[in-house]
DNA sequence: ATAACCAATCGTACTTTTACGATTGGAAAT
DNA sequence: ATTTCCAATCGTAAAAGTACGATTGGTTAT
């Protein structure tokens, strides 16, 4: 078997706090993040317009965010609505602050 | 003038939480930094005793950390101390403080 | 039906990260 | 002086991340 990360086992809430970490370690995202907790939701749109960035990259970037957990996006025709999402929040909140004691 | 991230003007902070938080985006780091907030210093080797990684690998996720600010080493001939950089994890607590609010 | 609109996804290029073994460098011990 | 020991650095390969423009898909209006 190749040595790689996968195989070592480190406890879950390590994993979980390091996949939260990594979804924050990007400006972009951390600035996304504070957007949507100022206004507790937003579309796509408005971010495309805030950043001098493209739309695709706006996407990819929710997306991982999505992906991680942090946030949860509602259809909300015809537009895409973008919040927070309060229980993994909460769970990440609580991560850190153990983390960091 | 190409446009990368970095022609776009974050605020400060989010630039600095980002920077943490992608050093805390592994759990391998996360791992070395219990360790440390546990007994408060080690030895590299001591990291690769208990990681099934190499020691060129554990030496270059101590390099993240500490260029992150995170960790601070210092020469304990022959070997060299790893300890929290407690300045620095302070502000690091701080920021996640904030921004979890 | 078709046009307009928003956002996701695709394809691509480039950079960065993560891992390894091998080498180097510096200090302590023989 | 030489050997030993620890840890950093180098070189490299593979994978992941970041950005773009172009395309697709699904909804609402015309």
Known sequence: MKKTTENIVFKDDSKQLARFAKALGHPTRIAILKH???????????????????????????????????????????????????????????LFQGFFE
Do not use: M, R
Request: aromatic share 6%.
């Open 36 to 94: 949507l907790e100022h206004q507790s939701c937003c579309f796509t749109g408005d971010l495309v317009d805030i950043f001098p960035l493209a739309q695709s990259t706006i996407s990819q970037h929710l997306k991982e965010l999505k992906d991680a957990g942090l946030i949860q996006g509602e259809v909300n025709p015809p537009k895409i609505k973008y919040c927070i999402n309060k229980e993994n929040w909460k769970t990440a909140k609580a």
